[in-house]
T-cell receptor, first 113, second 111 residues
Framework: KAGVTQTPRYLIKTRGQQVTLSCSPI?????VSWYQQTPGQGLQFLFE???????NKGNFPGRFSGRQFSNSRSEMNVSTLELGDSALYLC????????????FGPGTRLTVL | KQEVTQIPAALSVPEGENLVLNCSFT??????LQWFRQDPGKGLTSLLL?????REQTSGRLNASLDKSSGRSTLYIAASQPGDSATYLC??????????FGGGTRLMVKP
């Protein structure tokens, strides 16, 4: 079974732009969660989706948003990028709504210049 | 607010040693606890998940224990190998699939 895939793997943007990251969960998994990883703050929870509904949201500004499609694929969007948004963005999927074992993708490395 | 702490932040050991990584959390009302491994620049690999009703889980040379009442978990690695070098992260499930992570322990196993 294929693992969690994330596209693109690397991204370079400039301040003020917006970006969309994509995550395809493991086949059959219906829950998708997003995390931001930075050297200073570590891994922080962004949001969780299950059956196209946002179930939990972390403490991030409204510039960070997400959605989940009927095939469980998920996207997250960051608008008006800031330098501090440079990070590794990780997506995780699980079979059920939780708590359930999380399986992580390789991440998207976003650099904001 | 749940806070997760991992001690030590970094550890260097010679190959073959048995070692223990520590994880503590402030709110004992957790659902599950999961240990991960992260190699540089990569995603997270799940090692062990301990359900809140369990005391420990084992997989090969790894053994993880959970003591909810004291807010602690340990990851025991037996007969360490250079390939075990990575950052080890513990995370607790507080609501749904929302994970709160510790800062990690960076392990270096020297040949």
């Amino acid at each position: 079974k294929a693992g969690v895939t994330q596209t693109p793997r690397y991204l370079i943007k400039t301040r003020g732009q917006q970006v969309t990251l994509s995550c395809s969960p493991i086949s059959g998994h219906r829950s998708v969660s997003w995390y931001q990883q930075t050297p200073g703050q570590g891994l922080q929870f962004l949001f969780e989706y299950f059956s196209e509904t946002q179930r939990n949201k972390g403490n991030f500004p409204g510039r960070f948003s997400g959605r989940q499609f009927s095939n469980s694929r998920s996207e997250m969007n960051v608008s008006t990028l800031e330098l501090g948004d440079s990070a590794l963005y990780l997506c995780a999927s699980s079979l059920e709504a939780g708590p359930d074992t999380q399986y992580f993708g390789p991440g998207t490395r976003l650099t904001v210049l | 607010k749940q806070e997760v702490t991992q001690i030590p932040a970094a550890l260097s050991v010679p190959e073959g040693e048995n070692l223990v990584l520590n994880c503590s959390f402030t709110d004992s009302a957790i659902y599950n606890l999961q240990w991960f491994r992260q190699d540089p620049g990569k995603g997270l690999t799940s090692l062990l998940l301990i359900q809140s009703s369990q005391r420990e889980q084992t997989s090969g040379r790894l053994n993880a224990s959970l003591d909810k009442s004291s807010g602690r978990s340990t990851l025991y690695i037996a007969a360490s190998q250079p390939g075990d070098s990575a950052t080890y992260l513990c995370a607790v499930y507080s609501a749904g699939n929302m994970l709160t992570f510790g800062g990690g322990t960076r392990l270096m196993v020297k040949p």
